[in-house]
């Protein structure tokens, strides 16, 4: 592609959005590979779109020296999310929604820490929306709701259609995305926290990858350390119980996703960008 574009006069753009290699093998080989590939890989391009500082730092590291990055993070539809979305669950409700893992997204953790409240709160349900690409593991997820002694209380939807989801949204008390501590972590920008924003439902999230750089414990969404579980269900804990300021810090939060997430804002950054790398080339872009 690299010589393609030259061929035709193209300007070249890679779109970075996970650490390459990330969750790998530490084996010598799998160190080789990933350290061929960042020192040749983006030295192929004349521009690269990363989601995160991190990704834009690495790029700018690997990168020839006249490489031009620019850093756009996810994007959403936030009308589409908004809050006139019509609820299809009944609230008490803490949500989350994407993939069945703990290892990207926490999901046994937040298990976890809604098994500390369920006794306390016992109207209050846990509601799982999706499952994953191939196959179901919604049974290993229902056997850690059993032996934690909530089976009763938390609700697997499974997948879902993506018209329905601002819907599940919608209906929740609390959005939640209690995300581990890992270089995918440290490197990403998760869809979901745009689309959780977008919804107006206040959200107890971790305090991983640029996240923090966009949003105030207490006062666009509630923040807690990541792999800490207490930590987590005291933040789930305060929204249930403080309804009227949580509604107020949703409300924030999907202020900063209409300033800083709407597609039509970081497309318009996008499309400058390219515009002025094909006015300095005299290029089109691919």
């Known amino acids: 592609m690299h010589f393609v574009s030259r061929k035709v006069g193209a300007v070249y753009i890679a779109e970075v959005n996970e650490m390459p290699f ?14 061929i590939y960042n020192r040749t890989f983006f030295r192929w391009f004349d521009a690269a779109i990363a989601i995160s500082g991190l990704l834009e730092r690495h790029v700018i590291k690997y990168g020839s020296r006249s490489i031009a990055v620019v850093r756009a993070p996810v994007m959403v539809d936030t009308e589409a999310f908004g809050p006139s979305s019509e609820p299809i669950v009944v609230p008490p409700a803490i949500m989350y929604c994407g993939l069945l893992n703990q290892e990207k997204d926490g999901v046994v953790s937040l298990m976890r820490a809604f098994s500390g409240l369920a006794d306390d709160m016992p109207d209050v349900r846990l509601i799982l929306v999706g499952d994953t690409y191939r196959g179901s593991r919604i049974p290993e997820f229902r056997a850690v709701a059993e032996g934690l002694g909530v089976e009763g209380k938390v609700l697997f939807v499974g997948n879902v259609r993506r018209r329905e989801v601002s819907g599940y949204l919608a209906g929740a008390s609390v959005l939640v995305l209690a995300r581990p501590s890992s270089p995918q972590a440290d490197a990403g920008m998760p869809t979901k926290v745009a689309e959780y924003l977008a919804s107006g439902v206040p959200m107890v999230i971790t305090r991983t990858g640029d996240i923090v750089g966009f949003l105030d414990d207490g006062v666009s969404a509630y923040l807690v350390p990541p792999d800490d579980v207490p930590a987590l269900e005291e933040a789930l804990r305060h929204v249930l119980l403080h309804p009227t300021e949580a509604h107020a810090v949703g409300r924030r939060g999907r ?25 300095k080339t005299g290029a089109g872009a691919t």
């Open 255 to 279: 202020e900063v996703a209409v300033r800083h997430f709407d597609y039509r804002v970081v497309g318009a950054r996008l499309a400058a960008f390219i515009a002025d790398l094909t006015d």
């Open 22 to 35: 990330h969750g790998q093998s530490a084996s010598l080989l799998w160190k080789l590979r990933r350290s």
